[in-house]
């Protein structure tokens, strides 16, 4: 439910470019003292709306993927285009509020920006109550973890670091185990790859959670996908006992 508190306003447009004179009319109309948006190309807009309108209100931008050319191709855009446009339009931000390091490097990558224009602020987990009372852990097992959370896709390239820990088990790095948070068109595919590559080790190396599936050790319980667990920084997380690489 949304609180009362907010409003909604919908600008009826159903492309993004077509939002740019709705956008500019509300900013006037409401004077916000800040403005937020995300993902480009809804970024760029925003801060042109915001210009047009004469607006002085504080605006920040948030980005949440990781700009390389596979997700560029789904955009229909070249890196170049995208870097430009973010270079041409970002300038005017306040901050540019990326979700992890890599966001914050893939678009570094492709644009001209000041340093100090940049900022990183993980996404959180909601951690259940019994988690945080009993200081109980998620990974059964004494081995340093390797954590990797997202949507099993293409994009996200899963495969390659399953490979990769599979290497490192035959250079006898034994002390290893990669858990994969997510689900995804991907997951049949990638569970392939992990029994293929399982049966040379006696015990498990890999597994795969969604999020309803994630087993929290002592108890029978499993954090429902209620729970919403999305990428972030792990490795910060004080609940977590073991070593984790995330």
């Known amino acids: 439910l949304i609180d009362q508190k907010i409003k909604v306003i919908d600008l009826d447009c159903k492309r993004i470019l077509f939002s740019l004179n709705p956008l500019i009319k509300t900013i006037r109309a409401i004077k916000p003292q800040k403005i937020v948006a995300a993902m480009w190309p809804v970024t760029t807009v925003t801060i042109l709306a915001k210009l047009l309108s004469g607006s002085q209100s504080k605006i920040f931008l948030v980005e949440h993927c990781a700009y390389e050319k596979i997700f560029a191709k789904l955009l229909g855009h070249s890196l170049f285009s995208i870097g430009l446009s973010k270079t ?29 224009k940049f900022k990183v602020i993980y996404n959180g987990i909601p951690i259940p109550k019994n988690l945080k009372d009993d200081k109980k852990t998620l990974f059964n097992t004494n081995k340093k973890v390797i954590l990797a959370a997202g949507t099993l896709k293409q994009r996200k390239d899963f495969i390659t670091i399953i490979k990769a820990l599979s290497i490192l088990k035959l250079k006898n790095y034994k002390d290893l ?39 929290i050790e002592g108890t029978n319980e499993k954090i429902g996908s209620s729970k919403l667990l999305s990428e972030c920084d792990f490795k910060n997380s004080y609940f977590f006992s073991k070593s984790i690489i995330s």
């Open 88 to 116: 041409i339009s970002y300038i005017f931000a306040n901050k540019l509020i990326s979700v992890s390091k890599g966001v914050e490097n893939s678009i570094k990558k492709i644009t001209i920006l000041p340093n100090n």
């Open 177 to 215: 185990k990669l858990f994969i948070l997510g689900d995804g068109p991907m997951r049949e595919e990638i569970n392939d790859v992990i029994k293929k590559l399982s049966v040379q080790y006696s015990e498990k190396s890999f597994e795969i959670f969604s999020i309803s599936e994630i087993p």
